[in-house]
């Protein structure tokens, strides 16, 4: 009787197959294995795409919300700050892909061989809850675009059925390779870029006020909280994960530094055009309401869901009316965000857990995942726009409590000469991120703190909420301890001090 054949090791998740990557024509034709190849348009043209991607979650219908909320109570007074998070929100991403590049894998797989499994079960909790937080966010979203363009005639937990089906319209497209995918994002961008534009020139802004508020920082008291949501629905944890897998999506050889270096020349200037890009179209609706709103007495009450209305009645009809130009732009928001977040969660469950299941299988597990709470809460929350905006907050605090659990893996794991091999950042990039990932962690901390002080009520319940914060706390600090004690600086600070102690 023969011997039994031991059983094969399941293979590992990976973001993509081989034979679903772009081939970047050119590979074979510069022999130098070290030295960076010559620009090449038709190169960058080949590697462009996953920064659109990825900065759709800068567009997505809370950052809407936040532009058209800044825009109405802060006037133009706030545009310097979303530059300024825009900028920090590309160091970010591009650290994200460089992550991916330079190792072949993403920050999900990283972090399930760096952490200990009851620290990277936590994280992948965290992440999960912070991207069905995203999500529902953006179906909302969604439903609200097509009550508006049905004239009320589906309401909005109808609105969420019919958004959940993205996730065919993503199957189907995936089917046909990344470049059809991306270039179905770059679509909706388009229309996000031309309703937006379109509103801007109704609306006529003063181009004098537009240019001083974004070169002029300007901060007052009244503004803060308004200054606070600029740069905190900036940073989305789920999409520092993105990143990370979809420049995985280019045949990239990791043994030859030359090539290694050029994909990350290419994506640097793809993700940065790409932001570009999101913050016109971010002016673009600040601007709106700050021109017709700013000042007036119903500034406060604007919010995602009556925002069309408002916009109708200031504005009026035209050609092609205003509320009609503001749905359509919002369901591209809402439609891209809420792909791009059931293509996140596919890359975040196979990297953590090591699933190697179907894609359509992992993509109709992320979509239930969110569109039966989102369902569950278009129902409860549809009577009044005010339990819509109170949801909204609790949304923005829950997306907040996750950035940590994004931000300091990531700047540990580029920061480690073992993973990242030449490509590691150096001590002075490595402390520029850190500050920005600690002004950014301050900053929703924040928001924490304001909205816990209106909210939490009851001994009981400000009990529970004193027990998670210091689990929450403690698992930070644990989180920042562990990247420290392994990082490349502390090492050279310890041989320095070794060095003088000697002499």
């Not at 009550?147 to 969420?160: D, F």
């Not at 994002?185 to 109704?202: D, H, Q, T, V, Y």
């Not at 596919?346 to 299988?361: A, C």
């Not at 995942?369 to 907050?393: G, K, R």
Request: aromatic content about 10%.
């Amino acid at each position: 009787m023969p011997p039994q054949q031991p059983l094969l090791e399941p293979e590992e998740d990976t973001a993509y197959d081989s034979s679903e990557k772009v081939v970047v024509v050119g590979v074979d034709d510069y022999a130098d294995d070290v030295e960076v190849p010559p620009f090449s348009w038709k190169k960058l043209w080949l590697f462009t795409g996953p920064g659109f991607l990825m900065s759709i979650a800068f567009l997505d219908p809370g950052n809407l919300e936040g532009d058209l909320q800044s825009g109405a109570i802060a006037g133009y007074s706030l545009l310097w700050l979303l530059m300024w998070a825009t900028l920090m929100g590309l160091l970010i991403q591009l650290l994200s892909a460089r992550l991916g590049v330079a190792t072949g894998r993403h920050l999900a797989e990283l972090c399930r061989e760096e952490y200990p499994p009851w620290a990277r079960i936590v994280l992948w909790l965290m992440t999960e809850l912070a991207l069905i937080g995203a999500d529902i966010q953006e179906v909302i979203g969604s439903a609200i675009a097509i009550r508006i363009l049905s004239n009320g005639l589906v309401p909005l937990w109808a609105g969420v059925v019919i958004t959940a089906l993205d996730c065919f319209i993503f199957l189907f497209l995936e089917n046909y390779g990344v470049r059809k995918l991306e270039a179905f994002f770059a679509a909706l961008i388009a229309i996000m870029a031309l309703s937006f534009a379109w509103m801007f020139g109704e609306a006529k802004p003063n181009g004098v006020d537009v240019l001083l508020g974004i070169l002029v920082p300007k901060l007052s008291s009244r503004t803060i909280k308004q200054a606070v949501g600029v740069v905190g629905c900036i940073i989305m944890p789920h999409n520092v994960f993105l990143h990370s897998a979809l420049v995985q999506s280019r045949q990239v050889d990791q043994t030859k530094k030359g090539r290694v270096q050029e994909a990350l020349n290419y994506y640097s200037i793809e993700s940065t055009l790409a932001l570009v890009v999101s913050f016109v179209i971010n002016i673009f609706v600040t601007t709106v309401f700050a021109k017709g709103f700013y000042g007036t007495e119903i500034a406060n009450s604007i919010g995602l869901v009556n925002a069309g209305t408002y916009l109708q009645d200031k504005y009026g009809g035209g050609l092609f009316p205003i509320l009609y130009i503001w749905g359509i732009g919002l369901l591209a928001a809402g439609q891209s965000s809420t792909i791009t977040g059931t293509y996140a969660g596919q890359f975040i469950m196979g990297g953590f857990l090591n699933l190697r299941l179907k894609k359509w299988v992992r993509a109709l597990i992320t979509r239930s995942c969110a569109i039966i709470p989102t369902i569950i809460v278009a129902l409860i929350f549809d009577t009044s726009e005010e339990s819509l905006d109170i949801l909204n907050e609790w949304l923005n605090v829950l997306q907040s409590v996750q950035i940590p659990f994004a931000l300091i893996p990531l700047l540990s794991l580029v920061s480690k000469e073992q993973i990242m091999g030449t490509f590691r950042i150096g001590p002075v990039l490595e402390i520029i991120s850190w500050l920005v990932a600690a002004l950014v962690i301050v900053i929703n901390g924040y928001l924490l703190v304001d909205f816990f002080s209106s909210e939490v009520n009851g001994v009981v319940f400000a009990v529970v909420m004193c027990a998670l914060t210091a689990a929450y706390v403690a698992f930070v600090i644990y989180l920042i301890a562990r990247a420290v004690t392994s990082s490349p600086w502390r090492s050279l600070t310890r041989s320095k001090a070794a060095a003088s102690t000697e002499n």
